[in-house]
């Protein structure tokens, strides 16, 4: 089983990025979801979760209004949207998985699988 984000980068602020996070070996259906953030020296921050029964997405305040989660059972793949992007978006982010069904969480202790992050950075 293998999580893995890509999609970051380099972008100016004011602008969006769609980041896409494939979850390998997983059946997603049984599966809720965070995102998250970590930048150097600081801890990882939960920016918003969907539980496995797609109740209504959990976004934290930082990102609530921005950014859009969705989850593609089908093809096993997750989705952050992010729009107006700002500098202090910079970090790297991350996916994660919990077999908890209806769990939505931005804790980190509440999952069980995370991918490999990838980095996005908002600077002109």
């Known amino acids: 089983v293998q999580l893995q984000a890509s999609g970051g980068g380099l972008v100016q602020p004011g602008g969006s990025l769609r980041l896409s996070c494939e979850a390998s070996?997983?059946?997603?259906?049984?599966?809720?979801v965070g995102w998250f953030r970590q930048t150097p020296g600081k801890e990882r921050e939960g920016i918003g979760c969907?539980?496995?029964?797609?109740?209504?997405?959990y976004y934290t305040d930082s990102v609530k209004g921005r950014f859009t989660m969705s989850r593609d059972n089908a093809k096993n793949m997750l989705y952050l949207q992010m729009n107006n992007l700002k500098p202090e978006d910079t970090a790297t982010y991350y996916c994660?998985?919990?077999?908890?069904?209806?769990?939505?969480?931005?804790?980190?202790?509440?999952?069980?699988?995370w991918g490999r992050g990838t980095l996005v950075t908002v600077s002109s």
């Open positions: 994660a998985l919990t077999s908890r069904i209806r769990l939505c969480t931005v804790l980190t202790g509440g999952y069980d699988y």
């Open positions: 070996g997983f059946t997603l259906d049984y599966y809720s």
């Open positions: 969907i539980s496995s029964g797609d109740e209504s997405p």
